[in-house]
């Protein structure tokens, strides 16, 4: 099975994130690990996608099966993030 290295990269933010999440920020699971998480609600919610990816599934309303964007729950502070696929080596 194919598996992907995630990259979860902070793009945007709507006020400040109390998580203290700021633009650039990364998360990224890789080889079992995943590190960078700030914020739990904010990974939750990006979780499905992430794990999607990784494993190859192909999402078909992305215009880039490698790229999506995707934001967190919180409409006051709502943190955008760009999840990006690699194959791992």
């Known amino acids: 099975m194919v598996r992907y290295k995630i ?3 902070v793009r945007s933010l709507i ?14 699971v890789a080889r079992g690990q995943v590190t960078g998480v700030k914020c739990p609600d904010a990974f939750n ?6 794990f999607a990816m990784r494993y190859g599934a192909e999402l078909p309303w992305l215009r880039d099966k490698n790229v999506a964007l995707q934001q967190c729950p ?7 993030f760009e999840i990006r696929r690699d194959r791992e080596e």
């Open 15 to 28: 006020g400040k994130c109390p998580n203290g999440n700021t633009v650039g920020d990364k998360i990224e």
């Open 74 to 80: 919180d409409p006051e502070h709502c943190v955008t």
């Open 45 to 50: 919610s990006i979780c499905p996608t992430i």
């Open 7 to 9: 990259v979860a990269t």
